[in-house]
Nanobody
Framework: QVQLVESGGGSVQAGGSLRLSCAAS????????IGWFRQAPGKEREGVAI????????YYADSVKGRFTISRDHASSTVYLDMNSLKPEDSAMYSC???????????????????WGQGTQVTVSS
């Protein structure tokens, strides 16, 4: 079992920054990739970023590349999502997920997510 708890969401003006945290626990958590996904009202869930089990490999959706940074701190079992240059279209409920790896790789696919956090809301105003 893996438990995930997000924090750090809030309201910010366009161009601002936020840091989301995903506190992970459970004896198998180190065997999972950790991804961030978001879903806005009326839209499908979208993969945002994912970090490898080791913390060394990352992948980003094109929509956030260059603005968001995902990182993994094994000592505290926490995954961070640093979000800069935020845009109104970044507004959504953000959730972290423990994603099962495929071979050696981590893929930003919600279908591969075995565990989910409860989510944290991000609202960006123009």
């Amino acid at each position: 079992q893996v438990q995930l708890v997000e924090s750090g969401g809030g309201s910010v003006q366009a161009g601002g920054s936020l840091r989301l945290s995903c506190a992970a626990s459970g004896y198998t958590v180190s065997s999972y990739c950790i991804g961030w996904f978001r879903q806005a009202p009326g839209k499908e869930r979208e993969g945002v970023a994912i970090v490898a089990r080791s913390g060394n490999g990352t992948y980003y959706a094109d929509s956030v590349k260059g603005r968001f940074t995902i990182s993994r701190d094994h000592a505290s079992s926490t995954v961070y999502l640093d979000m800069n240059s935020l845009k109104p279209e970044d507004s959504a409920m953000y959730s972290c997920a423990a994603v099962a790896p495929r071979g050696r790789g981590c893929y930003l696919r919600s279908d591969d997510a075995n565990y989910w956090g409860q989510g944290t809301q991000v609202t960006v105003s123009s």
